[in-house]
């Protein structure tokens, strides 16, 4: 077992985990860490683009109205005032560093997707624009020596000094070794929990080990009952799935039936209403229907156009013989972004001091129960930055504690028995904390994940069984919480209460060995800006 010291210890690649990383560097020395590599995070498969209200034709005001109410009610005003504001300031100062976002004649060219009032989303490369932005942060990223980038390590626990977070434990999935990283600001970045579910947008390795990590050692846990579900997630016989971007209704693609018709207005929804309402629009007309997908059609736009903006949608449907100019693209719901996470305030600070969480794998609050498309780029540069500023009040940390860990190891052949804990979990969370529950079927989940957790948890020594372990966690955390909101709420759609009561403008927070709690959301702050 080795050790190491860096200033600053960030967990995970995405874009959040980078942009710390680079802020980072400014005032010491970074770790990077992560279990995969740069390719593999939500960030970079990112299409549709980010948000910024940076058009003439737009403002501020209108892009916090816009976030406030698609949140349903929940979101905390100030946290979207920080991110309006300041995620402007930020997106204006990379295309100042040369970030190109796509431009005719040196006009930016913004798209439009579900809940925007007007055309706000700035993209590159056409339908990849995570992938550019993470490789353009990463750039600047791998000049920088202040930071050292640790691919293929998992981090399996965070250390405690029993007043501050001072570490992570970590395995390189490599040489097997156990190496202890301690440092004075500990910044989770690793993502959210949808790829639990079996039909999801996000790569394999989405499945909240951070989220699980942070909760082991006494962090606040919020609104995990919000994981949005992206309608149009393409549909094949085999599961196989990649995302449909929500820019490509922008531009006025239509959802049918399989009759052709469009169908939305039956439930008072149109292609570009927020996300919650088409998701929960096509599992109704699913469910009438019998049928396991619906269409996406294009072929009455320009077919040029649509090959040059949507170029990697295009060119991977062509791989399932799907032709997007012509042909009706079969899609479907899929668990696509988790709203809740490990609760932070303004500065990404979570309950634990020195311990902050940024991007999908926090809970800042700016989305509320239903996240505005395109916002969680915006939402990973603006925190990233705010939780390095703040941090660096905390004063540089000694190494401690590393005696007191115990190795994991890496035993491939449990990889078999992960793979079928995940399936199981998945299922459970597909039917009973889908895209609409109910309590009967939420009690039942709540009781076999028991179960499971009582299989899981004597065994925790070893990389794919810690993992096995951790989806039950996010897994009971996600249903704990959509039990306890009794009613329906953006992402949160129960069948046994439809309506959303005023009692329930609160967020649910779950610790380890303390009560569930609501607390209530400031969402009474006058807009400052016109
Ligand atoms: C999309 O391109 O539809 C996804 C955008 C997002 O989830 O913000």
């Not at 600001?185 to 999801?200: K, L």
């Not at 395109?374 to 540069?381: A, D, F, G, T, V």
Request: one cysteine or more.
């Amino acid at each position: 077992m080795t050790a190491k010291y860096f200033d600053f210890i960030i967990i995970g690649s995405g874009l959040a985990g980078l942009f710390a990383s680079l802020n980072a560097a400014k005032y010491g020395t970074v770790a990077l860490i992560f279990k995969t590599d740069l390719k593999v995070s939500n960030s970079y498969l990112a299409q549709g683009g980010v948000a910024a209200a940076i058009s003439e034709h737009d403002s501020s005001y209108l892009h916090i109205q816009d976030t406030l109410k698609a949140g349903r009610e929940l979101c905390d005003r100030e946290a979207v005032e920080i991110l309006v504001h300041e995620g402007k300031e930020i997106v204006e100062s990379l295309i100042d560093g040369g970030m190109k976002f796509d431009s005719l004649n040196e006009d930016i060219l913004f798209g439009l997707e579900g809940g925007h009032s007007t055309r706000r989303i700035l993209h590159s490369n056409g339908d990849s624009t995570g992938a550019a932005l993470v490789n353009f942060i990463f750039s600047e990223a791998v000049k920088n020596k202040n930071i050292q980038f640790f691919e293929n390590f998992y981090a399996f626990k965070l250390l405690n000094d029993g007043l501050k977070c001072t570490g992570a434990a970590c395995l390189n999935l490599l040489s097997k070794e156990t190496v202890i990283f301690t440092g004075s600001n500990i910044i989770i970045a690793s993502g959210g929990v949808s790829a639990i579910y079996p039909r999801s947008t996000n790569p394999d390795s989405t499945t909240g080990e951070g989220i699980s990590l942070a909760y082991e050692i006494g962090a606040e846990i919020e609104s995990m009952e919000f994981i949005q579900f992206h309608p149009t997630s393409f549909y094949s016989d085999s599961g196989e799935t990649f995302l449909i971007s929500e820019a490509v209704r922008g531009e006025g693609a239509r959802l049918v039936d399989w009759k052709g018709e469009r169908f939305l207005k039956r439930w008072d929804a149109d292609e570009l209403s927020p996300r919650d309402k088409v998701a929960e629009a096509m599992y109704n007309e699913l469910k009438e229907s019998g049928r396991p997908n619906l269409f996406l059609r294009l072929d009455h736009l320009n077919p040029s156009s649509v090959k040059e903006r949507f170029r990697f949608i295009y060119k991977t449907a062509l791989k399932y013989n799907v032709d997007i100019t012509k042909d009706p693209v079969p899609v479907s719901p899929a668990a696509h972004y988790t709203i809740g996470g490990i609760k932070t305030d303004m500065f990404g600070a979570t309950n634990i001091s020195n311990l902050y969480a940024v991007g999908e794998a926090a809970s800042t609050n700016v989305h509320g129960a239903n996240r505005l498309a395109s916002n969680s780029l915006l939402e990973c540069l603006v925190f990233a930055k705010r939780a390095v500023e703040h941090s660096t009040i905390n004063p540089a940390s000694s190494i401690t504690g590393t005696k007191m860990i115990n190795p994991i190891s890496f035993d491939a052949r449990n990889y078999n028995q992960n793979l079928r804990i995940k399936e199981k979990v998945g299922k459970l969370l597909w039917e009973y904390a889908g895209i609409v529950r109910s309590e009967e079927g939420l009690t039942k989940a709540k009781s076999i994940l028991s179960d499971y957790e009582d299989q899981v948890n004597s065994k925790k020594d070893e990389y794919f069984l810690q993992n096995g372990a951790s989806i039950v966690l996010c897994a009971k955390l996600i249903t704990e919480s959509a039990l306890m909101r009794k009613e329906s709420r953006g992402c949160n759609i129960r069948s046994d209460f439809s309506a959303s009561l005023a009692k329930f403008n609160a967020t649910i927070i779950l610790k380890k060995n303390a009560a569930p709690r609501f607390q209530e959301m400031n969402t009474k702050l006058e807009i400052k800006c016109v």
